[in-house]
């Protein structure tokens, strides 16, 4: 199966204006690959014409939320809502992503256990030429990276129903 022509829609329940992933770029193992553009839709954009790049932690988390989603999908499962716990660690080299500018986003789980998990991510500018996957996430242009601790429980809705003081 062609994952990449599967609509992000049907992998993640992220609705306009928040869901930020475009596509898939690529997936095997337990690396996914996801595309974004930077357009003038982006509820994010400032009037500078870019993305802050503290933003990049919502595309990192939406990248694993596609990877999750993908795994669900390829076995008939419904897609479910996950939770990012957050970062021990956010690198960045630029201010943000640019308008009209392609970036990709790649995951890699590290770490699960129980519905806990650990990923390391990346973002880097969007690379035309053919690179072999397992070298996609090590594209050395990298503008942001994180490793990102995202918790999906077995059943959502009983999590989201409680309360929380």
Request: aromatic share 10%; glycine share 4%; hydrophobic share 40%.
């Amino acid at each position: 199966m062609d994952v990449t022509a599967i609509p992000i829609t049907k992998l993640i329940p992220h609705r306009q204006p928040m869901c930020l992933i475009d596509s898939v770029v690529a997936f095997a193992d337990k690396t996914i690959v996801a595309a974004f553009t930077v357009n003038t839709n982006n509820i994010f954009l400032t009037d500078e014409g870019y993305v802050p790049i503290w933003v990049g932690l919502e595309y990192m988390a939406q990248t694993i939320a596609t990877y999750t989603g993908l795994n669900h999908y390829l076995k008939c499962e419904p897609i479910k809502p996950g939770f990012l716990l957050g970062t021990r660690r956010l690198e960045t080299k630029v201010a943000g992503f640019f308008l009209q500018h392609t970036y990709w986003v790649s995951a890699t789980e590290v770490y699960d256990d129980n519905g806990l998990s650990v990923f390391e991510s990346i973002v880097h500018p969007a690379q035309t030429e053919n690179i072999p996957l397992a070298e996609k996430s090590k594209v050395d242009k990298w503008l942001a990276r994180a490793s990102v601790n995202v918790f999906q429980p077995d059943d959502p809705s009983q999590m989201l129903q409680q309360s929380v003081l």
